[in-house]
């Protein structure tokens, strides 16, 4: 059986879900798992969402070294940990579950079409806060203002900034990734969200 089936039967059949599957050099195994998500069960206002704990990891550990030695998978070291803030999206529901969110994604083949003249057509890597359309999904985004060292663009300044959208469909994508964005003042709603507030785009 295959690595990416082993994990997979091992994770989901304890009650997680697999992120990501990664070999690194030196024979490390990584694993980032996470909880289960729904759209039917989706966490009330004011109460915190649950992440994966230590005890989580243990267990999947534990599971998993079996496993993987009855295959005979060879692999020096294994480490389990869950997402961090720039975790993947892989599938349909991911994206479900973080629109609203900026993500980072990076196109198979670029645009090859301008869009308007503002953004060059072999441009791959986009930045931009997710959403859901009629026919698919998008992600939009406003360019940076270039300001002097210190200062910050005003309100005005960065609402007269065009916005930027991009459609795309999941089979065109090479990446996907929560953007590893730190708001020190807290996470805000995010229907309060605005493509101005994010972070800059990637060129």
């Not at 230590?54 to 005979?72: M, Y």
Request: hydrophobic residues 35%.
């Amino acid at each position: 059986m295959a690595l990416q089936d082993i994990v997979e039967q091992t994770v989901t059949g304890l009650g997680y879900d697999l992120v990501e599957v990664e070999r690194t050099a030196g024979g490390l195994l990584r694993i980032t798992i996470d909880l289960p998500w729904s759209s039917d069960a989706q966490v009330p206002a004011g109460v915190p969402e649950a992440f994966v704990t230590v005890e989580d990891c243990e267990k999947v550990t534990r599971q998993l070294q079996f496993a993987l030695e009855v295959d005979g998978i060879d692999y020096k070291r294994l480490e389990i940990s869950s997402p961090g803030i720039d975790r993947p999206l892989r599938h349909e529901q991911d994206f479900i579950r973080f629109e609203g969110e900026t993500i980072d994604l990076t196109l198979k083949q670029p645009m090859g079409v301008a869009a308007g003249g503002q953004v060059a057509a072999n441009r791959k890597k986009f930045r931009g806060v997710l959403e859901k359309t009629e026919t698919g999904w998008q992600i939009v985004w406003r360019d940076p203002i270039e300001t002097k060292p210190g200062q910050k663009p005003g309100k005005k300044r960065l609402a007269e900034q065009p916005v930027h959208a991009l459609g795309f469909a999941l089979d065109e994508l090479k990446e996907a990734r929560l953007a590893p964005i730190v708001d020190f003042k807290g996470r805000k709603p995010r229907d309060a969200a605005a493509p101005q507030e994010q972070g800059d785009p990637i060129h």
